[in-house]
Nanobody, 122 residues
Framework: QVQLVESGGGSVQAGGALGLSCAASKFMTVMAWFRQVPGKEREGVAGIRSDAITKYADSVKGRFTITKDNAKNTLYLQMNNLKPEDTAMYFC???????????????????WGQGTQVTVSS
């Protein structure tokens, strides 16, 4: 069974930066970051395939960068110019299946991490 372990969350002031990491116990074809605020649905933030195709939510385009080190089975999310509305629990997700277009569709993913909290203060 694949395990995902996230790290790197924390608290930062608006305009600051944070980096998240997600280490997988084996190679996964597609990985993504999702986030959730209590009382709201989980939303896709950024996804990446092993061929480096990426997809971002409109709300984070130009501020967040997703990368994947296939050799280390590790996913990263660099978050710059953070805003208070970025505050959420961030989850790593992964699948060994090939996804064509639904990189931010949570139903495409079967394996999830425990989450790491990101808090941005104004």
């Amino acid at each position: 069974q694949v395990q995902l372990v996230e790290s790197g969350g924390g608290s930062v002031q608006a305009g600051g930066a944070l980096g998240l990491s997600c280490a997988a116990s084996k190679f996964m074809t597609v990985m993504a970051w999702f986030r959730q605020v209590p009382g709201k649905e989980r939303e896709g933030v950024a996804g990446i395939r092993s061929d480096a195709i990426t997809k971002y939510a409109d709300s984070v385009k130009g501020r967040f960068t997703i990368t994947k080190d296939n050799a280390k089975n590790t996913l990263y999310l660099q978050m710059n110019n953070l805003k208070p509305e970025d505050t959420a629990m961030y989850f790593c997700a992964a699948t060994s299946r090939w996804i064509l277009g639904g990189l931010l569709d949570e139903q495409e993913y079967r394996t999830w991490g425990q989450g790491t909290q990101v808090t941005v203060s104004s």
